[in-house]
């Protein structure tokens, strides 16, 4: 059985969830679903990021302890996942023990192997960032990203000799062309290496919110170099050797464009410096933005960019999980940047889910009530829709399998339009009952149990509600995407329940 480890970045617990957190969180976790259901064995890991000095600045601020602080923000990621019916395998706090003993054992390895020394560190600090600039990086004086001063420090700690990995690094790239994805981000990252890397300072001595350094108890580990081990400790690196030879490295770290030096040039680099092999694949994508702003970026007044009114429960609250599910899946492909609004959303849901979606659940439903007496007829084996939910099946598990939601989505929609537009040809609701109208009915019942098959990954509430309004028992994802796909399995004979609209329309 194929595996299938997948990861998304662990957020900071200095912000509460917001629509850019989600965007990520919910990919990963329909990615994670399509790999259930295509028979994968997968795990899928999130979690929060709690050390570092942006945290214990947080938590000063409010009089707590750093724990009590990230112990309050870590459970609202929980509840908004939760309530986002995320369904990850793993949740992980960096301020776990178990967390502590894979940063101590993994850095320890990379000591030994000879790729940490003691050096003096004088720079230009971004608290935000948890990242040092170079003066020439900055942009009228200030963090290019967060537009908010920098600090001048200087501290003896240990660094990690980065500068010996280039040429290993541009050898990775080359042999693994896909590993790092889209091309253009690849492009991106190769440009650091090939643009020299200098060795990172990897300690604090001035911190005390972190992981000790086993070597040196004076110092802490820098919060980035806590953090990127995450992914190995949740499949128990230093702890069970087994556990890391299952999942490492069929490992897919998914996150966004700001983070990618970290995770394109210092993961692969530490891996290789603790003699594993670095992630199988990692990508990159961009950025959901509120008025070309990337959404959630904290501002110089410390207010962040349009999170409180869309927070996601007021989204859930508003359109309903799938549907805010669906959006994010379907409104700016993996990879590139695109504007968020509601306006944006209200839109894609009355014209997706609303009109062809909720449409054809309604209309099949109605005119098998009034014609059929409610209870569905069977496919014709050998309709012409058969070659649409074909090619859907093989659409979605092309965009799903390359992180390519977007495209997964469309394909499942083809069908749906291929199935109205059947209906709409034949106007079995101007026909009289007989084998006819059964027939365009039963395939449209077949499509939309298929349907409910594809969409699971994306929208599994509805899934399963198209499923229980066919009759059908248990659930779609009962058995493997290739056998439950296929044409020609909805039995007929089945009472179908019209229900109340799944998307009734919006006139906002
Ligand atoms: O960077 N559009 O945590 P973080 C799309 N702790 N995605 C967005 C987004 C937006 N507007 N805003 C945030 C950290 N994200 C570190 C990660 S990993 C070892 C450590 C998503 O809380 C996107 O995935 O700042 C981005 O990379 C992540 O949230 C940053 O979350």
């Avoid at 030096?261 to 210092?266: E, G, I």
């Avoid at 799938?322 to 306006?343: C, I, K, N, Q, T």
């Avoid at 499923?467 to 020609?488: C, F, H, Q």
Wanted: aromatic letters at 10%; hydrophobic letters at 40%.
């Amino acid at each position: 059985m194929p595996r299938f480890y997948l990861t998304t970045p662990i957020y900071y617990v200095t912000d509460a969830p917001h629509v850019g957190t989600a965007y990520s969180t919910i990919n990963c976790d329909a990615i994670a679903r399509w790999h259930r259901l295509a028979g994968d064995e997968v795990k899928f890991l999130t979690g929060t990021d709690e050390h570092g000095q942006k945290v214990a600045d947080a938590a000063a601020a409010h009089g707590v302890e750093p724990i009590e602080w990230a112990d309050r923000t870590s459970s609202r990621f929980v509840d908004a996942w939760a309530e986002l019916d995320v369904q990850y395998d793993d949740f992980l706090r960096t301020s776990e023990p178990r967390h502590t003993q894979t940063v101590q054992a993994f850095l320890t390895k990379v000591y030994e192997n000879g790729y940490i020394y003691k050096g003096t560190y004088e720079g230009l600090y971004c608290v935000s960032c948890e990242d040092y600039y170079t003066a020439g990086e900055l942009i009228d004086g200030l963090c290019p990203i967060h537009r908010r001063p920098v600090i001048e420090m200087a501290e003896e700690n240990w660094f990690f000799k980065l500068s010996a990995f280039e040429d290993r690094l541009l050898e990775w790239y080359d042999k693994e062309p896909g590993a790092v994805a889209p091309p253009t981000k690849r492009n991106e990252a190769l440009g650091f290496i090939k643009g020299g890397l200098n060795d990172i300072s990897i300690t604090r001595s001035s911190l005390r919110w972190g992981i000790e350094v086993p070597w040196d108890t004076s110092q802490v580990f820098y919060v980035w170099y806590d953090a990127l081990i995450n992914y190995l400790t949740a499949i128990g690196y230093g702890r069970d050797d087994a556990e890391v030879d299952t999942w490492w490295p069929v490992s897919h770290h998914l996150l966004g464009k700001e983070i990618i030096r970290f995770h394109c040039v210092w993961w692969p680099a530490m891996c290789m410096a603790a003699g594993i092999d670095p992630p199988a694949h990692v990508f990159v994508h961009g950025w959901l933005l509120a008025g070309g702003q990337k959404l959630g970026k904290t501002m110089a007044d410390g207010s962040a960019v349009n999170v409180t009114d869309i927070a996601p429960s007021t989204l859930v609250a508003d359109f309903g999980v799938d549907a805010v599910r669906y959006h994010l899946l379907r409104e700016v492909p993996l990879g590139a940047d695109g504007e968020f609004s509601l306006e944006g959303m209200v839109a894609r849901y009355n014209a997706d889910l609303a009109n062809n979606l909720g449409n054809l659940i309604s209309r099949v439903a109605t005119v098998v009530g009034s014609k059929c007496g409610g209870i569905g007829p069977a496919p014709d084996p050998s309709s012409s829709l058969r070659t649409a939910a074909r090619d859907a099946l093989e659409g979605a598990a092309e965009g799903w399998t390359t992180f390519a939601p977007q495209r997964a989505l469309e394909a499942t929609w083809r069908l749906i339009g291929a199935a109205n537009a059947a209906l709409e040809a034949a106007e079995p609701w101007r026909q009289p009952p007989g084998a006819e109208v059964d027939a365009v009915l039963g395939d449209a019942l077949e499509v939309l149990r298929i349907v409910s098959v594809l969409i699971s990954p994306a929208m599994p509430s509805t899934a399963r509600a198209i499923w229980g309004r066919l009759g059908l028992n248990g659930a779609p994802t009962d058995r493997p995407v290739a056998a439950a796909a296929a044409w020609g399995q909805y039995p007929g004979g089945l009472v179908v329940e019209r229900g109340e609209p799944l998307f009734p329309r919006r006139r906002d």
